[in-house]
């Protein structure tokens, strides 16, 4: 494969009150956030006009969604043609935490790194998110 990870698709959080929290950073940063947080809209460097999103998610401290990591944060790396990724990562011994599911967003698939980490992999469907995300971030 030429490109694996090609950015990062985002970065989820556990925190106490993610309410609380997503306020904190709208009051005092700026941040335009949603349910879910916010997705920072950028430009592709190759394709100025492609947009691109990462996403910024602080969750429930008691999440499951990180397990089997017992790790406060969960990184989400953007990747091109995750099915061959996939079948590359399982021929190199690399632990795949579920199976690949499939949004109309995306396609994702969870593994675990060597320290314990649980990292979420991310195929986007950019121009599906740009439709679905209401808390956005811009320069």
Known sequence: MSRKVTGIGGVFFKVKDPDATKSWYSEHLGLNVDRYGTAFEWRSAENPEQKGFSQWSPMKEDTTYFEPSAKDFMINYRVENLLKLVE????NGVRILDEIQEFEYGKFVHILDPDGHAIELWEPNDEV???LT???TKS
């Open 88 to 91: 590359e990562l399982k021929r």
């Open 129 to 131: 998110y740009d439709q």
């Open 134 to 136: 209401e808390g956005r």
